[in-house]
């Protein structure tokens, strides 16, 4: 387990559990997205790893199936 400081708020990651609750950055840190509380989101650990490139609502669009 690792222990971070995102904002304030303690995270601990799990990488031994994929469906773990994970803060998520929804502006990612490499657009330019803060550690500050307004941009995370909770989601597991699957997600937030294959969220990739793609913007928060457009990849929680794209799980919905709401584009087909």
Known sequence: M????AGGLKRR???RRPQAATLEH????ADG???HRDN?????K???DSRGR??????ASLKRDEFF
């Open 2 to 5: 690792e222990e971070g400081d």
């Open 13 to 15: 990651l799990d990488t």
């Open 26 to 29: 929804l502006r990612r840190r």
């Open 33 to 35: 997205g803060k550690e």
């Open 40 to 44: 995370f989101a909770v989601a597991c």
């Open 46 to 48: 699957k997600c937030n």
């Open 54 to 59: 793609h913007d928060w609502l457009f990849y």
